[in-house]
């Protein structure tokens, strides 16, 4: 009777502990912003079976992948080993035998996935401590804090071998013949001993398991609990991909734009923090971070949980007494930015998102690094000097270039394109963009696809001088204010004409009018003309009549990838014009940045090296003697790249539109067009 007292004490004890930490946890997050994530259950739910218990992500990288499934499914099978423990602690010689024929197989499951476990945390921490992969590779509190987690689940597993093992000498008459490896573990004790060992191991078991319960709220490994709130609150599938939540210029009673500080992040964006497991994949893949910048995706978000932590205490408890209030001063002294988050890491960001789509748990970093950099443009005026100019073009031109405005449609003389204005019953706009207006490479793009369409006859117009920057640059750039005057401005236009259909050329301006003009009241179909191309060779429109080019490689633009998941098309046309089409190393979804994105454009690139070149030597070294891409701003940093190589006399930069429009020109209309 005793040994269930002083059990029950210490259940509670850990249990309550446990508890008022997770309530501190979640008190913490009431301080972020609002932020609506409670719609769409069976979306979320989704999910969560998916991502969170399906653990989809984490295979993207199979081997690390394959060891943390187990220790994560095992987890999940072994809690009813856990509630047999608790239940033989509170009530003697009880056990989940009362199940019946469930029984048996549920005995087998947890001894299969507890010799899994241990043979997984056994690679795992060999893994951690002396081949460590190189997102791994950190020292201090990081190592040691999983090091430390490893341990205890080793010691949980070992625990509950032990224990298993003694309960077959101590209880016969329960069928314990399916726990195959706790069987042969029980030859190796005397029966006569076996009572103690039970109790050495049970209270051996238990403390590991509360201990380690109760450790999780100050450890990284917080994400065992919050990764799976973190998916289920996560809009994947539910909100358009990658679109930047806009901010209500209009309420008179905002005092601050973007944020500073955790109190200016939503709730959402404080649970990534709580998420974040550490594991490096985030950081593995940024483009700026492998070329040698400072920006560190995963220290951003494991930055957002060290503010909170500290700040967060002091803001609804406060402290006592003056050497208090002298640290309460210090803390509230700081903020996010600059005492933890500096203006040149977030400014190196390419807005990519290689970082969101590796994150196993669905943290979304790019929404965050755009929010600081809106807090720094709009409360501070602080960013790169070079952006003076940009936004300065942007206001008065329309566009990121010193260009005037009055020559946004000269690409298009002598083709007979009509504007909307002359054609308002067009079945298609071309939205031709900034690069496809005034870039005198690109304006090769622009013209190709416009002889392709009217090759396939399709009726489309421009909006000519009507176009304005579609505002890309400047909300990404962290201008928000400048960039919502010009989505406005374009949306009054479009709407006006009743605009139904667009095609682009540029992924950029994809994204904006396709998934974020919703925001300010214009819902149009937008099409990348790449899917729009390989459409009009389906349907018969366009016919190809000879390959040209030997040997091509694909460049896949991030916005055109990882924010639309489009990856078939230009493939598509890409085989059909081509000898042959070679991968680069990473592609798809993997596909490295060009460099550009995120406004990187228009800043120079001051630390390591380019992004361009690494992404050029990539494209090099599959001897393509072509480079093919769908986006203006690839076109311009593989162009570039490619003269930095000294490869331009063997190897050229296209657009699909301009590989095509060779292609499917008949050879007596080939030199004259």
Known sequence: MLNVVVFAVVLLAALGFFASNVYRLISYLRLGKPDDRFGHVGKRLKNVLTIAIGQSKLMREPFAGILHVLIFWGFLVLLSAVIESILEGLVPGASLAFLGPLYPPLTWLQDLFGGLVVCSVVVSLYRRVFAPPKRLQVSGHSKWDAILVLTLILTVMVTMFGQNAARVHLHPDIPYQARFL???????????????WYYVFFWGHMLAVLGFLNYLPYSKHLHVIASTFNVYFSNVGIEPKGALKPINLADETLTKYGATDIEDLTWKQLLNGYTCTECGRCTSVCPANTTGKLLNPKKIIVDVRARTLEKAPVLLVGKQGESADGERDKILAHQL???????QELFACTTCMACVQECPVTIEHVD????????????????PQELTTTFNNLERN???????HSIRADWAEGLDIPTMANAPDAEVLFWVGCAGAYDARYKKVTQSFARLMKLAGVKFAILGTEEKCNGD????MGNEYLAQMLIQENVATLNKYNVKKIVTTCPHCLQSLGKEYKQFGGDYEVVHHTTFLQSLIEQGKLKVHQAVQERVTFHDPCYLGR????????????????GERVEMKRSHDRSFCCGAGGGRMWMEE????????????????????AVATGCPFCMTMLTDGVKAKDAAETVQVKDIAELLL????PPDRHAAS
């Open 337 to 343: 930015l600059d005492n933890f988050i500096t203006e």
């Open 662 to 665: 060779e292609a499917v020109t």
């Open 182 to 196: 706790s069987t042969w573990l029980a030859g190796s004790l005397a029966p006569e001993a076996a009572h103690l």
């Open 563 to 578: 924010y639309n998941d489009e990856y078939d098309a230009p493939r598509t046309i890409v085989d059909t014009v081509a």
């Open 368 to 383: 965050t690094i755009v929010d600081l950099r809106r807090g720094l443009v709009l409360n501070e005026s602080r960013f």
């Open 473 to 476: 640059a400047a909300r990404r």
């Open 606 to 625: 001051h630390e390591g090296k380019r992004v361009n070149i690494e992404r050029t030597e990539e494209a090099l070294a599959t001897g393509a003697n």
């Open 398 to 404: 329309y566009t990121p270039w010193a260009f005037s």
